[in-house]
């Protein structure tokens, strides 16, 4: 028998209230809607009035058959019974519009964020812990480096508790990330950089950026971006952020560069591994009880 395990999700019962979010969301009759964890199609109901196609991800099985049989005459909702973290999202463009399981936002996030083609615009449900640390407050953290290169995180909905059933224990947002004209860098270069200098263990900006940037630039560099000697990464506000990784990428060379190339794959191999190791260990609990 499997394991069956929670992923925090709480449903919405007020369509009104959806169906508002949905038309100040700016969707359109023009776009294709992906509605991840659809569960009992609350969210993919409300989308499929208001644009071109939805299609609504529900990885339970029995909910994935509900789903197939409520929208059988809607011809613009496709239902798909999978795993979003293996689903391979359309390579038209495309918007997100959901209620995720808040456990999961993390990993959801990431694998939105690394398809070929993003979202044009992406709303999800959050618990708003989750949704300040995206959006880089009270101050930047490796989750929102990661994103704001390419979107702009912002919360544009404060729920109630009461909102959803049953009542979660915590305080929920909608969620987006707005999608960049064009990006401010390369994802690649860019999330090695960041991954790279949050990483390293030294007590202040200079320690950390001493094996890739000269000591004769250094001083020059933080003083020019109105960075303290005695800053931690962590002080750091995105531009000075921007203004750090420009220098880099334009001025490092090849050497320095290797320090960093490789920085946020190898972290992703380490959340991977932890990450195993917590099912491991979660799945072996359950079957000694």
């Known amino acids: 028998m499997a394991l069956q395990i929670s992923h925090s999700q709480n449903f919405t019962n007020d369509p009104q209230l959806l169906d508002r979010l949905v038309v100040q969301s700016g969707i359109t009759s023009d776009d294709l809607v992906v509605d991840i964890g659809a569960g009992h199609g609350e969210i993919t109901r409300v989308l499929c009035n208001h644009c071109r196609a939805v299609v609504a991800i529900e990885k339970d099985q029995k909910l994935y058959h509900q789903l197939r049989l409520d929208f059988a005459s809607q011809s613009n ?32 996030v990431r694998h939105l964020s690394s398809q070929q083609n993003l979202a044009t615009d992406i709303f999800l449900f959050a618990q708003k812990e989750a949704a300040n640390q995206f959006c880089g407050l009270p101050k930047e953290s490796l989750k929102s480096l990661l994103l704001k290169p390419v979107y702009f995180p912002s919360v544009t909905y404060r729920f109630r508790r009461t909102d959803f059933r049953p009542v979660p224990r915590v305080d929920v947002v909608l969620l987006r990330f707005e999608k960049r004209a064009s990006p401010l860098a390369s994802l690649k270069e860019w999330r090695d950089f960041v991954v790279y200098v949050i990483s390293q263990t030294q007590p202040n900006i200079f320690g950390t950026l001493k094996r890739i940037v000269t000591s004769a630039q250094l001083p020059k560099l933080t003083s020019r971006l109105g960075i303290s000697p005695h800053s931690k990464p962590t002080d750091l506000i995105f531009d000075q952020w921007v203004g750090l990784y420009n220098f880099f990428s334009q001025s490092a060379d090849i050497d320095k560069k290797r320090f960093v190339n490789g920085s946020y794959t190898k972290l992703l191999r380490q959340q991977q591994s932890l990450s195993k190791i917590h099912r491991t260990r979660t799945d072996k609990g359950w079957r000694e009880k």
Request: no cysteine; proline share 9%; net charge negative.
């Open 77 to 108: 909702v496709t239902i798909l019974n999978l795993d979003v973290l293996d689903y391979q999202f359309p390579t038209t463009p495309y918007k997100v519009f959901s209620n995720i399981p808040f456990n999961l936002t993390s990993d959801i």
